[in-house]
């Protein structure tokens, strides 16, 4: 009969790390997640003491968990946290995670600033779908970006902190590597191209996605598992398939390739330098005469 106590402790163990081997009890993850989270954020020294920092929640487990983390650490590091949410215009599925979201920022005590597609751009996505025939995801992010970065701004914070995990950073790095997209795949890496960006921060760029859902769930933060009724990019969910495949047979291969990245980013950078110039219009950095943002908006907006 297999061993089922936690490494640590004699309680029954609820998750047994693959890629270590070790198994951990309830309070023993909740424990080791928390610590290597922060180690993460020390080794790129993601935080300076006295720092605002932006925290974009989506009302996910992802970016719940990170404001968890980061609250947590708030005191200690003199933070002056503030959540951002951006309401894309998703009937159907954004108001219960806005609910959601706005409920943990009141227990948490940390203010959260609302952003629209709607008031900001005057079309939420469910219009601009309908308006172009472009992919719902290609408006999201791009919109999305730029007014998380707007807000931050406004707010007058030093970074930005997102959700993302292991998983997703690891996705994005092969799926920008099998397009070839260099340009992307620079950007991935880089925390602030410009003094126009707020830098960024990824906490959780180091943690499994399960790891993380599992923290959420045993943490008892109220996240919403729901997935965007818009989310059907079929390369992302290829890519996925594989990168879960691989990492069944090869446990760590995911850290594997986010480390070779890593390895890879100076060299990358100096490709990056090359490209990027100001969008004409805003002033924003981009890598052709106008920025993504401002071309979308306007494909949005008839000429009278
Ligand atoms: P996703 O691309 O949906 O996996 O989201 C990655 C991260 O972006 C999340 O963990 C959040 O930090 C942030 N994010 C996504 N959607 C929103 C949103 N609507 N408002 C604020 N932040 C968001
Ligand atoms: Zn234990
Ligand atoms: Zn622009």
């Not at 008031?119 to 730029?146: H, I, M, P, W």
């Not at 931050?152 to 970074?159: M, N, S, V």
């Not at 990168?243 to 480390?259: A, M, Q, Y």
Request: net charge positive; proline share 3%.
């Amino acid at each position: 009969m297999a061993n089922i106590t936690c490494s640590l402790c004699d309680e029954r163990a609820c998750y047994l790390r693959r890629y270590s081997g070790q198994r951990f009890c309830r309070r023993h993850f909740i424990e080791y997640f928390e610590k290597k989270v922060k180690q993460t954020m020390l080794r790129y020294r993601m935080l300076e003491r006295g720092e605002r920092i932006g925290v974009a929640v989506s009302g996910g487990k992802d970016s719940l968990s990170t404001l968890n983390i980061l609250s947590k650490l708030a005191e200690k590091l003199d933070l002056d946290l503030h959540a951002i949410l951006i309401d894309e215009g998703i009937a159907n599925y954004r108001a219960a995670t806005i609910k959601q979201a706005k409920r943990f920022c009141e227990e948490l005590g940390v203010p959260l600033t609302t952003l629209s597609f709607k008031e900001r751009f005057g079309t939420a996505l469910d219009e601009a779908v309908k308006l172009s025939q472009r992919n719902a995801c290609t408006f999201c992010g791009v919109f999305r970006r730029k007014l998380l970065n707007d807000a931050a701004r406004e707010l007058g914070c030093d970074k930005l902190a997102t959700g993302h995990n292991l998983d997703d950073e690891v996705q994005a790095i092969v799926m920008n590597y099998l397009r070839g997209d260099l340009e992307r795949l620079v950007r991935l890496g880089i925390d602030a191209g410009s003094e126009q960006l707020v830098p960024r921060i990824k906490p959780l760029m180091e943690m499994p996605e399960k790891e993380v859902a599992l923290y959420a769930l045993l943490s008892g933060i109220p996240a919403s598992f729901e997935e965007c009724p818009y989310a059907q990019d079929s390369f992302r969910t290829e890519v996925r398939a594989m990168i879960n495949r691989l990492e069944e047979s090869n446990p760590g291969i995911k850290f594997s390739i986010l480390r070779g990245y890593q390895k890879l980013l100076p060299y990358l950078k100096s490709y990056q330098a090359k490209a990027l110039r100001s969008c004409a219009t805003c002033g924003a950095p981009s890598s052709g005469e106008r920025c993504k943002a401002c071309m979308l908006l306007e494909e949005l907006t008839p000429s009278a």
